[in-house]
């Protein structure tokens, strides 16, 4: 099956179009963490184990930060595809960052990102090469997929916001004033993209 | 020879974006455009400033960097705490090309507000109860103050949560409180919608009360001078301050020696 491939042109970064796709049962997730250190260059994509992934809106910002760091040849990693793995992360260790948000050996929900850097890589390749490598099932990049897969406690750990409420948590109705679920993931959102544009400061 | 102003041209990446940010206003230290966010369906604010080109580009892009890195850590701490300000979204404060030569400005990506400033809010208000109140009896003069009441206790309560988070503003005026409402226009009268603090390039982190009453002073002050008919219900926003902060008293007792004084305090021991 083809995977559902996404092609996203973030605003302001006309010239570096995304390919996304989301992964559900991913079946050989050692293999391509192995070509990823390997190095080999045709698995040179960003892997990003995507239960630390909260929503759409906190991927495109990881990958905005590292897309722009790359074009002003200031990467702290080989390449723009490593450096989106570091941009999701709040601190500045490198072989930290892979750990927390990187691909595992035992990663199940995968996110693949890659970004047209040069003009070979278009939608076309990269959704070709990723139904040859890529043993798991397709599943849109969108928020409603991804809020069965994140993992709030992980994700609040990583970033440092346990003092967050968490969505989905039963709230207490009856309380006036009480925020909605999504004032809840909002507010999380928008604490774990401060962190993101933060980091290094 | 009068040449019609042209805004500093827009650093990387936002020389790339389409449409332009649109360049809404400019203060001493910073400008501030209208643009999309990371998602082209939501606008956002995109502040910049600018390198000074009279001071040493080392020293410059220092300064820049810390002020950019100050403001953006308040925003984002007021965030995390749940105190009604603009997210941040992005921002960079490397500077572009290099020490000598390059561009050693910082940008910060931040919210969009939909709604208007308080300030404007006044002004209409003001502007009508001036020309109407000789017509009005007692009972419609206080019904006519009371969403001005109402609107002041919302701003001390929305001051009090900054405070309590540990955050002070720096320059509180009627131009950087905001009401979050999308159905506002030019010809309304209506008080309504949430009170969003904006522009933090002054704030930093401090839970002095010497430090709290000199926002509140500052503001009572500008409020003296901008709205001089709302200036008389600046006893609701303390009220409202009061309410939503336990550590009240003691800062509005600090805030009594401020009018006192002014806002500086004497170097004279």
């Known amino acids: ?201 | 020879m009068a040449t019609e102003y042209k805004p500093p041209a827009l650093p990387s990446p936002f020389s790339n974006t389409k449409p332009p940010p649109i360049l809404l206003t400019q203060g001493a230290e910073a400008h501030l455009y209208k643009t999309v966010s990371i998602n082209p369906a939501i606008p956002a604010a995109l502040k910049i400033r600018p390198s000074k080109p009279y001071r040493h580009p080392i020293l410059d892009r220092k300064l820049t960097r810390q002020r950019i890195i100050q403001e953006a850590r308040c925003m984002i701490k007021l965030v995390r705490e749940g105190v009604k300000v603009p997210a941040v979204l992005a921002m960079d404060w490397e500077g572009q090309g290099g020490d000598e030569g390059g561009w050693g400005g910082a940008w910060l990506m931040m919210e969009w507000i939909e709604g208007p400033v308080v300030r404007v809010v006044l002004e209409k208000w003001e502007a009508w109860f001036k020309a109407n109140r000789g017509t009005m009896d007692e009972a419609q003069i206080t019904a006519a103050e009371a969403p001005v009441r109402a609107l002041l206790r919302r701003i001390g309560a929305a001051i009090a949560a900054l405070h309590k988070a540990g955050v002070v503003h720096g320059d509180l005026t009627t131009s950087n409180l905001m009401l979050r409402t999308s159905e506002w226009d030019q010809e309304d009268r209506a008080i309504e919608g949430e009170v969003v603090i904006i522009d933090f390039g002054l704030a930093s982190q401090s839970v002095q009360d010497e430090d709290r009453a000199v926002d509140l002073y500052v503001l009572e002050r500008a409020m003296g001078s901008t709205h001089p008919l709302s200036e008389p219900f600046f006893e609701e926003l303390l009220v409202g301050y009061r309410e939503g902060n336990k550590g009240a008293i003691s800062t509005i007792r600090r805030l009594e020696d401020v009018r006192l004084r002014g806002r500086k305090r004497s170097m004279l021991g």
């Open chain 1, 1 to 201: 099956m083809t995977p559902q491939l996404e092609t996203i042109n973030i605003p302001h970064l006309p010239n570096a179009p995304v390919h996304v796709a989301l992964y559900r049962n991913v079946e050989n997730s050692a293999s391509l963490r192995q070509q990823l250190l390997a190095g080999n260059a045709d698995f040179e994509y960003a892997l990003i184990d995507a239960s630390m992934v909260l929503s759409r809106q906190h991927a495109i910002a990881a990958i905005f930060r590292a897309v722009n760091d790359y074009s002003n040849n200031r990467l702290k990693s080989h390449n723009v595809h490593s450096e989106i793995v570091i941009s999701f992360s709040p601190a500045t260790n490198i072989t930290e960052s892979f750990r927390k948000f990187g691909i595992t050996d035992s990663t199940k929900d995968l996110l693949v990102v890659k970004v047209s850097v040069s003009s070979e890589i278009t939608h076309d390749s990269v959704a070709a090469h990723l139904e040859s490598s890529v043993v798991a099932t397709s599943v849109p990049f969108d928020d409603q997929s991804l809020s069965e897969i994140s993992d709030i406690t992980k994700i609040k750990k990583a970033y440092k916001l346990g003092a967050l409420p968490s969505p989905g948590t039963k709230i207490d109705r009856a309380q006036t004033k009480a925020p909605t679920d999504d004032d809840v993931k909002r507010r999380l959102e928008l604490s774990i993209l401060g962190a993101i544009a933060l980091r290094g400061s």
